[in-house]
Structure formats: C-alpha cells, structure tokens
C-alpha cells in the first residue's frame, strides 16, 4: 500500500460530461503529481502541484483542470469528455516540490471510461 | 532528461537472479537515475535510485557504470510478484518537475 488513495476506482460516463477524480497524498506529502495512461500513449505527465501551487504542466488538454486544496488533497477536473480520454489516471505524492532526488508514490488509479 | 534504452522484454526463471540493462548515453553529470515498475492492473512503484554509487535496498540493488552512460537493476532471487514493466528513468534538475516514463522491460517470471 503506498499510502496515496484516488477516487473512484472506476468510472464510466457519457462523451460531452464532466467529472472529477479526486486524490489524497500520503501523509506528510506536499507534492501531488497527475498521470494518464493509455493503451497506446503510455504514462503521459499531466500536471504537478506542490503546497497548493502548480509547478509544472505537462500534455494536459484544456477540457482538463487540477487543484490541489488546503489539506493537500488533489482534484482532476476532465471536461466534456470524449471517446479518448477513456484511460487509467494515476496520482503519485512526495515529500519534495522535485522528483529529482525523491521516490514518487503512486495510487491505484482512477479507470475512466467513455462512451 | 536524458534518453534511455531498454529491452523491449525479457524473461526469467523464478528464484533465479535477474538483470535489467538500461542505456542512457546522453546522462548528465547531475542526472539521478531512477527505477520504477509497474505491476498489472497497479500504479507504478518505486524500486530504487541512485547518482554514482551502486544503491541497495530490501526491493533490489542498482549497478551504475563507472561512465554513467549505463545502469543495471538487480533483483537477486526474482518471485513471481516481480512480473512486472521496468521503468529505467533518469532525472535532471532543471525545474521540469515531471518523470518521464518511456516504454520500459516487461519482465516474465517462469515458475
């Protein structure tokens, strides 16, 4: 167990909806990172928040908008969903604002599905 | 970041020790060297990392190449609960504060 935990595990809903997936870091954690996997993309690197602040952006698309929140919990905001967005979401924490020196660790994922 | 090269795949014997190569000739000096895997239907996992000296801890031990421009992850008695995707990532400081994943070794344990 490494201590990150996302909701929901899973979730299907409709082309054009919104929803949110939501994370909470391991205790002690300041930095949130967001990941989406696809079959055919691989792990991509959406955004990186530290304390409550962005830090780095990656491939993330418009539609989509993350926070990180006073308790240091996180929330990925995907909207007006579409066929290929349907991928695994993955969260990981660690205690630095860099993952230079420091292990990530990584939830369970969110399963989205489109359809 | 630096690029890297892995096996595409490899396989090997249950109890039996295991070596996962990675190329990384483009490493700079500063550049950590990080492992990751991923088991099915999990998140990733850290294994390990290191900068110059080989690193051991409870999960396996790293080999860096005297140049750098090499690592080597070990598992020393490989379980079934080691099949997995082997990620090998190199990691600068330059305030992209992001890994980047590549395709990574699927590794196969035979029983």
């Known amino acids: 167990d490494s201590g990150v935990t996302q909701t929901p595990k899973h979730l299907i809903t409709a082309t054009g909806q919104r929803v949110t997936l939501r994370c909470s870091p391991r205790s002690g954690d300041l930095s949130v990172y967001w990941y989406q996997q696809s079959l055919d993309q691989g792990l991509q690197f959406l955004i990186h928040y530290y304390n409550g602040e962005e830090r780095a952006k990656g491939n993330i698309l418009e539609r989509f908008s993350a926070q990180q929140f006073p308790d240091l919990h996180s929330e990925l905001n995907l909207s007006s969903l579409e066929l290929g967005d349907s991928a695994l979401y993955f969260c990981?924490?660690?205690?630095?604002?860099?993952?230079?020196?420091?292990?990530?660790?990584f939830g369970n994922g969110t399963r989205l599905t489109v359809t | 970041d630096a690029k890297t090269t892995q096996p595409n795949s490899m396989e090997s014997n249950e109890e039996e020790p295991v070596h996962l190569p990675c190329n990384h000739s483009t490493i700079s000096g500063t550049d950590y060297i990080h492992w990751y895997r991923q088991l099915p239907s999990q998140g990733p996992e850290y294994v390990i990392h290191?900068?110059?000296s080989n690193v051991n801890n409870r999960m396996a031990s790293l080999a860096i190449a005297e140049d750098r421009k090499s690592s080597t992850l070990i598992l020393h008695r490989a379980t079934l609960r080691d099949a997995a995707v082997y990620y090998c990532?190199?990691?600068?400081?330059?305030?992209?504060?992001?890994?980047?994943f590549g395709t990574g070794t699927r590794l196969t344990i035979i029983p």
């Open positions: 990981a924490s660690s205690v630095d604002d860099s993952s230079y020196n420091s292990p990530l660790h």
């Open positions: 290191g900068l110059t």
């Open positions: 990532i190199p990691k600068g400081d330059f305030g992209n504060e992001k890994l980047t």
